[in-house]
């Protein structure tokens, strides 16, 4: 069973960047709904439904076919939003971002520099069509930036995501109505570079 992971802050933290109501109908029911079905589909299969969400996502392909959608949906979802709120905060002290930490290194090597990763990473936001998160992966080793679609994990593709970003409209559409570049935007004001960075760091 899983359950829904508290905010690490306060609903209206990180305004005005990502607004409150938006904030509040994006983790209570949005992110509660995902849970819901996945446990649901997964009632009686006791083997799947009390592994950690990492694992599952991993051995879709194990699932009764029956269910095999709605889990991938579903588990996805909880799993990539509980991610996702790791992944902001309202003080974000690693936003100034250290160039000799270990990651800084790493994406100046995979891409140029940290500026053209933001630039591939906006420029893949905006190119996702639909709903969809696009991510910093860590892929065999080597980091790229990739996109999924509807709630599909990386992890169920064998990367392992360190940053992602939720681009479906439901995460931006109060505040920034049609304007997925503006809400990109404002977003990367509130990433949590320190946990990406530590995320990056416990990597095996
Ligand atoms: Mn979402």
């Known amino acids: 069973m899983f359950t829904l992971p508290e905010l690490p802050y306060a609903y209206n933290a990180l305004e005005p960047f990502i607004d409150e109501t938006t904030m509040k109908i994006h983790h209570d029911k949005h992110h509660a709904a995902y849970i819901k079905n996945a446990n649901d589909a997964l009632t009686g299969l006791d083997a799947f439904s009390q592994m950690p969400v990492e694992t599952l996502l991993t051995k879709l392909e194990d699932l009764p076919e029956n269910i095999r959608t709605k889990v991938k949906n579903n588990a996805g979802g909880h799993f990539n939003h509980s991610l996702f709120w790791m992944m902001m905060s309202p003080n974000p002290k690693g936003a100034l971002r250290q160039a000799q930490d270990d990651l800084g290194i790493a ?12 630039e591939l990473f906006t420029v893949s936001t905006l190119s996702r069509f639909g709903s969809g998160w696009v991510w910093l992966v860590l892929n065999k080793g080597a980091l790229e930036v990739v996109d999924t679609p509807n709630q599909d994990s990386p992890l169920s593709e064998g990367k392992t995501p360190i940053l992602g970003l939720d681009v479906w409209e439901h995460a931006y559409y109060l505040k920034y109505q ?20 530590d995320r990056y760091g416990r990597i095996d």
């Not at 994406?107 to 933001?118: D, L, R, V």
């Not at 997925?180 to 935007?185: F, L, P, T």
């Open 178 to 197: 049609n304007m997925r570049a503006e809400y990109v935007k404002a977003w990367w004001n509130v990433v949590n570079w320190k946990e990406v960075s």
């Open 107 to 118: 994406i100046n090597k995979a891409f140029g520099s940290f500026e053209k990763f933001q």
